[in-house]
């Protein structure tokens, strides 16, 4: 069965700083996985998406990932944090259809100060 | 092209009543799914769809029904409604199975 941990339910960082989000999956098959973004009181956003092409992915505002099979480890990152980057971050994992469709990590809540 | 809406926004029940949750998507899109977020949680499935006509359980389904009549529409039926429905319910379509799936807004429900 396929399962997501979010390894910091809150990260704090400032303005113009670093951005690491850390995520580890475990799953029976080669997955599918995803970053999606929830801002306050506001659906699901993908950031992106790997799906067995590069390893190496690049989403929407800056944002990238890293695919490690070794480490089964799917990181968010971004160079450089924004006020408007604060939000809820999911890590999603995706086996197949239906029923396993995506496995959702608990999400970690990024804050960004000034 | 508006994507996935829902109806209503918010919505207050007390123990008992019943209510259908609305969602439509405009994408032609033949998987759809029902999901509820508990507070400091992340998504869990309720119920999904692949087609007209097909739907199936997900991981918590009780005290929950849906139907599929149309490839566009897939309402969520409360029945008896509780306390432990109070949730923010999101509908989800995608295309294939294991693609990216687009969201609606949410529908936030407080059952007291």
């Known amino acids: 069965a396929q399962s997501v941990t979010q390894l910091d339910s809150h990260v704090s960082v400032s303005e113009g700083t670093p951005v690491l989000l850390r995520c580890n999956y475990s799953s029976s098959y080669s997955p599918s996985l995803f970053w999606y973004v929830q801002h306050p009181n506001k659906g699901l956003q993908l950031l992106l998406k790997y799906t067995s092409a590069a390893t190496l992915v690049k989403g929407i505002n800056g944002f990238e990932a890293e695919f490690k099979k070794s480490e089964t480890s799917f990181h968010l990152t971004k160079p450089s944090a924004h006020m408007s980057d604060a939000a809820e971050y999911f890590c999603?994992?995706?086996?197949?259809?239906?029923?396993?469709?995506?496995?959702f990590g608990s999400g970690t809540r990024l804050q960004v100060q000034p | 092209n508006a994507g996935v809406t829902q109806t209503p926004k918010f919505r207050i029940l007390k123990i008992g009543q019943s209510m259908t949750l609305q969602c439509t998507q405009d994408m032609n899109h033949n998987y759809m799914y029902w999901y509820r977020q508990d507070p400091g949680m992340g998504l869990k499935l309720i119920y999904y769809?692949?087609?007209?006509?097909?739907?199936d359980k997900g991981e918590v389904p009780n005290g929950y029904n849906v139907s599929r009549s149309t490839t566009e529409d897939f309402p969520l039926r409360l029945e008896l409604a509780a306390p432990s429905q109070t949730s923010v319910y999101f509908c989800?379509?995608?295309?294939?199975?294991?693609?990216?799936?687009?969201f609606g807004p949410g529908t936030r429900l407080t059952v007291t």
């Open positions: 999603v994992v995706s086996e197949g259809t239906g029923r396993r469709a995506l496995t």
């Open positions: 989800a379509s995608s295309q294939v199975g294991d693609s990216e799936q687009y």
């Open positions: 769809s692949v087609g007209a006509g097909i739907t």
